[in-house]
């Protein structure tokens, strides 16, 4: 299971308002433009957007932006996306987030948001340059609660495993800098570690070395306004 092609198990994309906020370089962006969506990736890393608006399909319109603030009209998107990025938005901003998710989602629209656990194969290895323990299971508590204080009915939720290919461990630390340069601060000090730690953890799947990292989406209607 994948998150676009679940995502459009519950909620067909073709012709949709779409929005992937905390988009990074747009990799989900480009596969719900693949399948007929109008998309919009909202990113707050300037050199991401800038990144994205070069290397994305022109179709796909790229601004930089934040959750609690979107750049965009009210009730201007039939579903919004958040995929990997709802536990990067600080918490004492998530309210705002939410209000402002609202805000621009018409009225019948959906939300579907996916966050990882805070366990995996893939956290083993990631948690020596970035523990996210606290911020992960704060995401899995709150959005099972979101029906009982905002107007939303949670349609679907379902856990699955994403499975990560690398080439080796160096392709492993230089995807995760990439995604986010600040964790090449830690890195130098834990390096030998965590690559012990991959080593025993990568596994043999259809001749690549994979990492697996289990996450949960949740799958919301919009019943009203906020």
């Known amino acids: 299971m994948a998150h676009i092609p679940y995502l459009e198990s519950l909620y067909p994309l073709s012709g949709r308002s779409a929005v992937d906020i905390g988009a990074g370089e747009g990799i989900f962006s480009r596969q719900l433009d693949e399948k007929g969506a109008n998309v919009t990736a909202i990113e707050i890393d300037a050199t991401k957007v800038d990144w994205a608006r070069a290397h994305l399909p022109d179709a796909i319109t790229v601004l930089q932006g934040v959750a609690e603030d979107l750049p965009l009209k009210d009730a201007s998107q039939d579903v919004v996306c958040m995929f990997f990025s709802l536990h990067h938005v600080p918490k004492d901003a998530q309210d705002t987030a939410f209000s402002e998710i609202l805000r ?14 805070p366990y995996g194969t893939m956290f083993d290895v990631l948690r020596f340059v970035e523990d ?63 690559r012990a730690v991959y080593e025993n953890a990568v596994e ?6 994979v990492l697996r990292q289990p996450c949960a989406a949740y799958h919301f209607e919009v019943t009203g306004s906020a």
């Open 204 to 209: 043999e799947e259809a001749g690549e070395r």
């Open 132 to 194: 996210e323990t606290t911020v992960r299971t704060h995401s899995h508590a709150i959005l099972p609660q979101l029906p009982e204080q905002l107007p939303l009915r949670l349609v679907a939720h379902r856990e699955y495993t994403l499975t990560r290919a690398f080439d080796s461990f160096e392709d492993f630390a230089e995807q995760i800098i990439r995604i986010d340069p600040a964790r090449m601060e830690v890195f130098p000090q834990v390096e030998h570690e965590m």
């Open 104 to 117: 621009v989602t018409k009225p019948g629209g959906r939300i579907h948001i996916v966050e990882p656990y």
